[in-house]
């Protein structure tokens, strides 16, 4: 029996929970300066439309959220934060003071837009282990932003992480530029990592990229059981709003996961 099939027999492995990136609120209020728009206003509202997390990304630049947004996340919001950022020996000190509830460990480059692949853990082991070391001990729960590779997971296992969040973008990308092809092939690779990660004893998240129209495949994966999502729900947010952007991806995040237990009766 194929990977795909033995996936669409699985009962999904328990809620799928929608995590809520607030960094490009941050990057609203840089372009101009002073506070508005608020990210701890965002996080609220997102609370109040059904998110179930909060994710913000501490870039070395600082180009959005800043170590004050941390401050107030980690204080005055009652969702649990997952703190994205590079290894690096400030983040980690940063991690360690503010106590996040999950730390997800991301590449960084200063020059790039938006995150544009996976971390290679592989190649990076020697550096990576000693914060994910750290992390853990500190109580955070850590988490791999990887390619959906066999190899980056097995790594991924050996280092101790509690998470990997596969990274989705290629297939967000093929899909939107109409290469249904591509789009296939990624959702095979998607597949195939979710169920080697969960066989592994990975929480298995997915990110980067979702949308309305790519949200339901990520939501189908029995072994996904979160999804972060941030550019488009902002982007989003300047048509709908920002809670009924919010409201309107939990909706379809519980259609794709509706179709699991509809293939499984």
């Given at each position: 029996?194929?990977?795909?099939k033995?996936?669409?027999?699985?009962?999904p492995?328990?809620?799928?929970?929608?995590?809520v990136?607030?960094?490009?609120v941050?990057?609203?209020?840089?372009?101009?300066?002073?506070?508005h728009?608020?990210?701890?206003?965002?996080a609220?509202?997102?609370?109040?439309?059904?998110a179930?997390?909060?994710?913000a990304?501490?870039?070395e630049?600082?180009?959005?959220?800043?170590?004050?947004?941390?401050e107030?996340?980690v204080?005055?919001?009652?969702?649990?934060?997952?703190?994205?950022?590079a290894?690096?020996?400030?983040?980690?000190?940063?991690?360690?003071?503010?106590?996040?509830?999950?730390v997800?460990?991301?590449?960084e480059?200063?020059?790039?837009?938006?995150?544009e692949g996976g971390?290679?853990?592989?190649?990076?082991?020697?550096?990576?282990a000693?914060f994910v070391?750290?992390?853990g001990?500190?109580?955070a729960?850590?988490s791999?932003?990887?390619?959906?590779?066999?190899?980056?997971?097995?790594?991924?296992?050996?280092l101790g992480a509690?998470?990997?969040?596969?990274?989705?973008?290629?297939?967000c990308?093929?899909?939107?530029e109409g290469?249904?092809l591509?789009?296939r092939r990624?959702?095979?690779?998607?597949?195939?990592?979710?169920?080697?990660?969960?066989?592994?004893?990975?929480?298995?998240h997915?990110?980067?990229g979702?949308?309305?129209?790519t949200?339901?495949?990520?939501?189908a994966?029995?072994?996904?059981?979160?999804?972060?999502?941030?550019?488009f729900?902002?982007g989003?947010?300047?048509f709908?709003?920002?809670?009924?952007?919010i409201?309107?991806?939990?909706?379809?995040?519980d259609?794709?996961?509706?179709?699991?237990?509809?293939?499984?009766?």
């Open positions: 029996m194929t990977a795909s033995n996936a669409q027999k699985q009962q492995v328990g809620p799928l929970r929608l995590g990136n607030i960094d490009h941050a990057t609203i209020r840089n372009a101009r300066g002073g506070r728009p608020d990210p701890l206003r965002a609220r509202i997102a609370a109040e439309a059904g179930d997390g909060i994710t990304h501490l870039r630049d600082r180009r959005h959220i800043a170590d004050s947004d941390i107030s996340l204080n005055e919001i009652d969702l649990p934060l997952n703190l994205e950022m290894a690096t020996d400030e983040m980690l000190d940063i991690a360690l003071r503010h106590r996040p509830h999950a997800c460990l991301v590449p480059k200063r020059q790039e837009l938006t995150t971390l290679d853990v592989a190649a990076g082991h020697n550096h990576l000693p070391r750290q992390l001990d500190s109580g729960r850590v791999l932003f990887v390619d959906a590779d066999p190899v980056q997971l097995a790594v991924a296992k050996a509690d998470v990997v969040e596969l990274h989705v973008g290629a297939y990308d093929a899909l939107a290469d249904e591509a789009a990624e959702e095979d690779r998607l597949r195939h990592a979710a169920i080697q990660a969960h066989g592994l004893g990975l929480e298995v997915a990110g980067h979702l949308s309305f129209d949200v339901k495949f990520a939501s994966l029995p072994e996904v059981v979160e999804l972060n999502i941030g550019h729900l902002v989003e947010a300047i709908i709003g920002f809670a009924e952007a409201r309107t991806m939990r909706t379809l995040m259609e794709g996961r509706a179709t699991l237990e509809s293939e499984a009766g």
